[in-house]
């Protein structure tokens, strides 16, 4: 069994930078890390994701520039650095190491 703990979140203004980390425990993580965000009334979006063999990356267009996803293998964990953030970046942020989720922390951006 795996448990992905996430931590970071919280209010921020426009313009400002969160960072969410994504744990593992149980395991180490050997899988795609996957950040998703799920705004009010809407569906849910991937934003970020990146491979463990290669660590490579993709973002979604609307967080292309602004957001970095990386990983830390010794500390078996994930990041989301969140810069310039703005009030459409309001959302429930989760990650997930498949079949596997965390918790989700909530990201609200004031203007």
């Known amino acids: 069994q795996v448990q992905l703990v996430e931590s970071g979140g919280g209010l921020v203004q426009a313009g400002g930078s969160l960072r969410l980390s994504c744990a593992a425990s149980g395991r180490a993580i050997t899988g795609n890390t996957i950040w998703y965000r799920q705004a009010p009334g809407k569906v849910r979006e991937l934003v970020a994701t990146?491979?463990?063999?290669?660590?490579?990356?993709y973002y979604a267009d609307s967080v292309k520039g602004r957001f970095t996803i990386s990983r830390d293998n010794g500390n078996n964990t994930v990041y989301l650095q969140m810069d310039n953030l703005q009030p459409e970046d309001t959302a429930i942020y989760s990650c997930?190491?498949?079949?596997?989720w965390g918790q989700g922390p909530q990201v609200p951006v004031s203007s």
């Open positions: 997930t190491l498949a079949p596997f």
């Open positions: 990146i491979t463990w063999s290669r660590g490579q990356t």
